[in-house]
C-alpha cells in the first residue's frame, strides 16, 4: 500500500513536472500569454513581471511552485485573477457529475447491448450502429441530439447545470462513443468465452444459455473491460472539452480549453495535477476489480 | 483663463443609455414598454473578468453597463452626454477638465457616489500591477485628480488629450463602490461583491454558465423594465440559433453569416445589425523589411485583391466593406476614400514589373533575384473571430491568382504568434479595434512608438497628425486632422488593406421590445432599455 502511495506521489510530481517543462518551451513567454492581443509597452511590461515575480530563474519558479503546492496552494489565475483552487473547485463537480454519469450510461448500454444482440442480424445491425457511433465525431453527436430532442421537440433544456433534464443529452453524447466501443470489446470477449471447455461443462450442468452468458461469459469479458477504465476516462475529460463547449455547460472541460490556449500556466498545471490524480486513483481502483472478478488472482 | 463649456446639461439618464436614435431596432411588435418579467439571452463570450476596470473584451460590453456607470456616455453623433456626471467643462488650454457629479446617487451597496469615490477609482487604476494597459495608455496623459468639492472632480493633464472624455465614457472609467475596492475578495476578477450604480445589480455568476441580474430597485431614475436577465454562455452559433428558435431563450447575440437565413425566415423572429467603431478590419503591410518596404508591392497587393468579391464569397453578403482604417460609422471617417483603389489585377501587374519582381517560377509565383514574392501572414487562434482565417485563405487564392502573390497564412496559437511579431517574422499583420474613438486606436496602430504598431511606421508625419488630433477640442477640425491622416496611410502611402467594418448582430423574439445598439460603440446595449410583452 505504501509502494503505491509513493508511486501515485511520483506520477503526480512527474506530470506536474512534464506539463511546467512543455509550457517553458512553447514559444512566446509568460508576458506575452498575459498581455495577448491588448496594448505592449515596456511599462505594461514591467508592471506584470512585477506583479507575477516573473524575473525569476525559472529553476526557482518551478521550484517555489512545487514548494507552494505540496502546501495545497496552487497559485492565482494569470487570466482569471482568481485563485487557482476556487476555479477548479468550482468546476469539478459539474464535470464529474457529468463524466460518472456518462460512463455509467456508457457501460450499461454496451452491458445491455453485448448480452441482448447475439442473433447474427441483431449483432450486424449493432455492430454498424457502434462503428458509425465511435468514428462519428462526439461535437457532430451533440449537435444531432441538440437538434432533435431539444431545438424540435423541446423535451430538454439546451444548457447548464441545471438538473437531471439538462444532464441526459450530454450525458448520451459523451457516453454513445465510449458504449459503441465496450460493446465491440465485449462481444468480442463474450464469443471467445463461448469457445472455452468450462461453458461445454456449464451447458452439460443444464444451465440455460441465458445464464451461461451472464454469469460465466460475461465474467470473462469483462476483464479487457477493465483494462479499458483508464482508456475510459481519458476520453471523457477529454470529450469534456467539447460536450462543455456545445452544451454551453459549466466544468473543468472549458477552464482547461481557456487555460491552455492561453498559456494560463497555474491553471493548466493545477489541471494536470488533477486529471493524474483521478488517473492513478482510477487505475488503482480497477487492480482492485481484477481481484474481485477473477478468483485466480486473488492468490498471488 | 477662458474657459469654453462644452455641455452643461442635466439629460435624462433614459435618453442617454435609452433610445438615442438610430441604434434602436425593430420592435414595433412588441408594443409599448412594460415593467416585470425574466429574459434569457444567449451570449457568444463569456467574460474573463467581471471588473469593468479591466475590461479588454468588446463582445462583454454589453453585461458592463447592466450594474455600473462611467461619468459620461457617448451620444449617436460622436459626441459625449452626461450620466453619472451632470455637465463638465474644458479649460481653453486643454489641460484642464472640471466634471461636476450628479448628487443623490448610491451604490448598491449603500455608500454614497461622491467626488471621493471618482478619485478612490482613479488611485485604484494607477495602482502598481492592477491595470497596467488602462495605466499605460488611456491614462498615459493623466498627472493628477482634484477633489475639488462632494461633487465636483478636476482632472489635470500633462498635455491636451480630448481621449480623456472616451476615457471618462468607457467601461475602464466605470465607477465602482469604494468599498468594494477595499473589499472584495478577487478585485481583478470581479464578481458579485464589486457594487455599482446601474439599473440593475449581478447577484450570481456560474462560470461556464451564465450571469444573473436582478432589477436594482433604489436606481435614481426610472427602474429597469425587466425584474431579472439572465445571460447564457452558448459558444456555439448553430446552438445559440436553436436555442432562439425553439423559445428556451429570448434575445441571441453574434448571428453569422451561415445562421442568418433561419432567422430572417422566421416570422415570429427579427434580425438586427449594428455595426462597430474603432478601427476597420484590415491588413498592415510591414514596412520594415522587403518586400513590403518597397511601395509598389504595397500598392500591387491592393490592386491584386478584388475585396468585394472575397467578402461577398466568404459571408455571403453580410459584410459591410470598409475604405478606411476607421470604421465607416465614426465621425473621423474619410468618406472620400471610397472607390480609389483595389481590385484592378491589371495594374496591380504592372506595378509589380515595374518593381522588379518580373519574372515567374514554376508555381506561377513572381520572383525577384531568386527570391519568391512570399509575405506572411499569422493569425492568434485564440483571437480568430468572424471567420477571417477562411477569409485569409480567399485572400490568398485571389492574389495568387491575380498577380502571382504567394500569401502564407499560419493560424498559431498565441505564444507562437506574439513570438513571430516580435522577432518581426511577418509581412502581414491583421487587426480590428473596438476603440468607441477611432483616434484612441490610430494612435495606438499608427504611432511611432504605439503598442500595436506593427506596420512598423516610423513617420514624424503621422506622429504629428496624432497629435494634432488628440489635443482638437473642436470636432470639426479634429476630424479635419483625421481626414488628413487617413489620406496619409491609405491613399498616399499604401500602408493598409481595410478589408470590412466588424459588426454585431441581434436575433430576437418578436415578444421583446427596446433592444438596442449601444450609440457609437455599435455593440449591443445594456438590458436597461429591453421589456418582455406580456
Known sequence: MLRRLATGLVVLWAAATAAYLALLAAPGDTVDSIIGDGADTPLIRAQIVREWNLDRPAVIQYVDYLWRAAQGDLGRSYLLQRPVRDVIADQIGPTLTLAVTAAVLGILLALVLAVTTRRPWARRV????????????????????????????????????????????????????????????????????????????????????????????????????????????????????????????PGLGQVTLQAVTSEDLPVVLAVVVFSAFVYVVINTAADLAYLVIDPRLRRS | MRRRSLLIAAVATALVAGCSGSGGTDSAAAGEPVSGGALTWGIETEPITLNPHQYAQAKARLLVWNNFESLLTHDDKGGYVPWLASGYEASADGLTYTVKLRTGVTFSDGTTFDAAAVKANIDQLLADGYAPAVAAVQLKNLKSVDVVDASTVKYNLTRPDVLILDFLSSPQGAIVSPKSLKEAKNLKAGGTDLAGTGPFVLDRYTPGQEIHYKKNPGYRDRPAYLDEVTYRFLKESSVRVGALTSGQVQVIEGVPATDQAQITGNPSLTLSKGLNSGSAYSYYFN???????????????????????????????????????????????????????????????????????????????????????TVRLVQSAPFVRDRREILAQAVQAAVKQSAGIDLQVSVVDQGTATAALEKGEYEVFDNSRADTDAGAALNLLLASNGAINRLGVQDKGID???????????????????????????????????????????????????????????????????????
Do not use: C, M
Request: charged residues 20%; aromatic residues 8%.
Open chain 2, 287 to 373: 514596412v520594415t523589411h522587403a518586400p513590403f518596404d518597397d511601395i509598389k508591392v504595397r500598392q500591387a497587393f491592393r490592386d491584386a485583391l478584388d475585396v468585394d468579391t472575397v467578402l461577398k464569397g466568404v459571408y455571403r453578403g453580410t459584410a459591410t466593406r470598409a475604405w478606411s482604417v476607421i470604421g465607416p460609422t465614426s465621425p473621423l471617417y474619410d468618406k472620400s476614400l471610397e472607390g480609389t483603389y483595389g481590385g484592378n489585377a491589371e495594374r496591380a501587374n504592372a506595378t509589380l514589373d515595374a518593381a522588379g519582381w518580373n519574372t515567374r517560377d514554376a508555381d506561377g509565383y513572381r520572383v525577384k533575384d531568386g527570391k519568391r514574392l
Open chain 2, 464 to 534: 504629428g497628425l496624432l497629435d494634432k488630433g488628440q489635443a482638437a477640442q473642436d470636432a470639426t477640425s479634429r476630424a479635419a486632422v483625421y481626414r488628413d491622416l487617413q489620406q496619409k496611410v491609405i491613399a498616399d502611402d499604401s500602408l493598409i488593406l481595410p478589408l470590412y467594418a466588424p459588426a454585431d448582430q441581434i436575433a430576437a423574439s418578436k415578444k421583446v421590445g427596446g433592444l438596442q445598439f449601444e450609440p457609437t460603440a455599435g455593440v449591443p446595449g445594456s438590458a436597461y432599455t429591453v421589456w418582455l410583452s406580456k
Open chain 1, 126 to 249: 449493432s455492430s454498424t450502429a457502434e462503428l458509425v457511433l465511435v468514428s462519428t465525431p462526439s461535437f457532430l453527436i451533440g449537435i444531432v441530439l441538440l437538434s432533435v430532442f431539444s431545438f424540435r421537440l423541446g423535451w430538454f433544456p439546451v444548457s447548464g447545470d441545471q438538473g437531471v433534464a439538462a444532464l441526459v443529452l450530454p450525458a448520451l453524447t459523451l457516453a454513445l462513443p465510449v458504449a459503441g466501443v465496450l460493446t465491440q470489446v465485449l462481444r468480442d470477449g463474450i464469443d471467445r468465452a463461448l469457445d472455452e471447455p468450462f461453458v461445454v461443462t456449464a451447458r452439460a450442468r443444464g444451465l440455460g444459455e441465458r445464464a451461461v452468458l451472464v454469469r460465466h461469459a460475461l465474467r470473462h469479458a469483462l476483464l479487457p473491460v477493465i483494462t479499458l477504465i483508464g482508456w475510459l476516462f481519458g476520453i471523457l475529460l477529454g470529450g469534456a472539452v467539447i460536450i462543455e463547449t456545445v452544451f454551453g455547460r
